[in-house]
């Protein structure tokens, strides 16, 4: 019976410095990686761009993403005789809905048309419903000084618009001049 005792006893300690010699697990330390940029999932489709002015075949043309000034006007034919480049910037990049005028020699330089100021373009050159003024809305195919008027008055009155179809209830624009508007314009803040 001693012997059992002793053999049990030893057993029990064995047990216990093998348990206390065991190694310990490293706890488990989850890294995640780094955040990354995400990659565009499809290719950027390709620009409307409406080129006019002095341009020898004014017309809204259809140019690849990237595509700058230089390339809308060479797509229009080149510049007309009287043109005068030297008011262009023809490395501007054109983004899509953008109307570029090509001023004519000796011709006023327009307030808007070939750049919309910055406090009403979007990065797709969109107009801002909500803060372009009534030259900025001016740059719109289809809209006059007398719409662009009406569209900033709705505005004032009814509080900014909620979205592009609210441009309907101004006097004057109809779905067909909706249909013409709606890739050109947005309601950003």
């Known amino acids: 019976m001693a012997v059992f005792v002793v053999l049990s ?4 300690i064995g047990g ?3 348990l206390l ?6 706890p488990i330390e989850i890294i995640l990686p780094e955040p990354t ?21 004014p017309d ?3 140019l690849p993403p990237g595509s700058i000034v230089k390339d809308g006007l060479e797509a229009a034919g080149g510049p007309a005789p009287d043109a005068d480049l030297d008011r262009v910037n023809l490395a501007q990049r054109l983004s899509d809905g953008q109307q570029v005028t090509i001023p004519r020699r000796g ?26 003024s009534v030259q900025e809305l001016e740059t719109l195919p289809g809209i006059g000084a007398v719409l662009a008027q009406r569209i900033v008055d709705y505005r004032t009155e009814h509080g900014p618009f909620k979205s592009i179809e609210e441009i309907k209830n101004v006097g004057g624009i109809g779905e067909a001049k909706f249909e013409q508007l709606q890739r050109l314009i947005t309601v950003g803040p």
């Open 9 to 12: 006893a030893l057993i029990v």
């Open 60 to 62: 809204v043309y259809t």
């Open 16 to 18: 216990v410095v093998f």
């Open 107 to 132: 011709e006023a330089v327009p307030l808007t048309q070939a750049t919309v100021s910055l406090s009403a373009a979007t990065p797709g050159g969109r107009v801002n419903l909500n803060t372009a």
């Open 21 to 26: 010699r065991r190694p310990v697990a490293e």
């Open 37 to 57: 940029q995400a990659l565009p999932t499809s290719t950027p489709g390709p620009l409307r761009v409406y080129i006019t002015g002095a341009v020898r075949r």
